[in-house]
């Protein structure tokens, strides 16, 4: 049974070795944009920063063109994968929290 898509995301900057740990234990670490009306997905930002977002699977942006390396509506785009948002790095893998539920 494939893995279930999952996503983390923070509203703060994560720093260099806060996001080399998280890529070491095999997440995919990329940064959100404030668009105005909605967000974008890109491998890192500098301007308009909303926010990190960690995933258990890779996001693949397009190499050329005008939207090189950039998904416009990001919320669509996770919602159009079947990602299921969670609110702890350590529930990417799917592990259980105490009490027996995920």
């Known amino acids: 049974m494939p893995r ?15 996001k080399d740990a998280l890529r070491a234990q095999g997440f995919h670490v990329y940064d ?28 693949r942006f397009p190499k ?4 090189a ?4 509506k990001g919320d669509a785009y996770l919602k159009a994968c079947n990602a299921e948002r969670v609110y702890r790095v350590d529930e990417l893998k799917g592990k259980r929290r105490k ?3 995920r």
């Open 4 to 18: 279930k898509k999952r996503f983390f995301e923070t509203g703060f900057r994560l720093k260099k070795a806060e």
């Open 32 to 59: 959100r944009r404030d668009n105005g009306k909605d967000s974008t997905i890109e491998p890192s930002v500098a301007v308009d920063f909303l926010g990190t977002l960690v995933t258990n699977f890779p996001i």
């Open 64 to 67: 050329k063109g005008p939207n």
């Open 69 to 72: 390396f950039t998904v416009w």
């Open 99 to 101: 009490g027996g539920k």
